[in-house]
């Protein structure tokens, strides 16, 4: 069966410290992969999908970026952090149709 | 565009009660919806799903039919428990190339179950 892991669970990081999060997926091969973003009381924000290895789309421009080194391994990374980008950040994976999409356990961000 | 619209909560029932949360879409053609349920501090689970007109979703006790009519997704349980307390996403997948399954997310809503 197919697992998907997100670590840290919970960061503490000042304001303009550098910040990386992982996502790494097991028992499939070739996922589509993604980062989203929930704020406080609010929805989910996809920031990065990515269809293969070095493959990686921006849906918002922002501080952050994201990289796939390889095909199950999904990066999060900022040079400096901004108060703004507290938040929970989810990361998930989807493959064939009807492209369910499947989340890790999340990584909890409070930039301070 | 597409888009989804959620019920806004918070929404608080008691034990037993019967629950409706609303969701109706806007998208071209014929999307696939879904519901995905999240508990405190987790991530989202996927709770049911529907790829065509009139298909009915269900999983756990809670269902879901598919009207392209009403455009609509609303999900449904005749007796809901305090541990179903969470926040509920609607989503729908565009049905067309190149969408490379991306989710269409409403903005939550959130249930709380009293006993």
């Known amino acids: 069966s197919q697992t998907i892991h997100q670590w840290p669970a919970t960061l503490v990081q000042p304001v303009g410290s550098p910040l990386s999060l992982e996502c790494t997926v097991e028992?499939?091969?070739?996922?589509?992969l993604y980062w989203y973003r929930q704020a406080a009381g609010r929805g989910l924000q996809l920031l990065f999908y990515s269809v293969g290895i070095g493959q990686i789309s921006s849906e918002v421009p922002q501080n952050l970026s994201a990289s796939r080194p390889q095909d199950r391994q999904f990066i999060l990374s900022s040079k400096k952090l901004l108060l703004s980008d507290s938040g929970f950040y989810l990361c998930?994976?989807?493959?064939?149709?009807?492209?369910?999409?499947?989340f890790g356990p999340g990584t909890r961000l409070t930039v301070t | 565009g597409n888009s989804v619209t959620q019920m806004e909560g918070p929404v608080t029932l008691s034990e037993e009660a019967f629950l409706t949360i609303n969701c109706t879409y806007t998208a071209t053609g014929y999307p696939s919806l879904f519901w995905y349920v999240q508990y405190p501090g987790e991530g989202l689970q996927l709770l049911l799903k529907?790829?065509?007109?009139?298909d009915k979703g269900s999983n756990k006790g809670f269902e879901a039919t598919y009207r392209k009519e009403t455009t609509s997704f609303h999900l449904e349980k005749g007796s809901v428990q305090v541990s179903d307390s969470a926040v509920y996403f609607c989503a729908l997948l565009p049905n067309y190339g190149g969408s490379q399954g991306n989710l269409i997310f409403g903005k939550g809503t959130k249930l709380s179950v009293k006993p």
């Open positions: 998930a994976w989807s493959s064939g149709t009807p492209y369910e999409q499947y």
């Open positions: 028992g499939t091969s070739n996922p589509n």
């Open positions: 529907a790829t065509k007109a009139d």
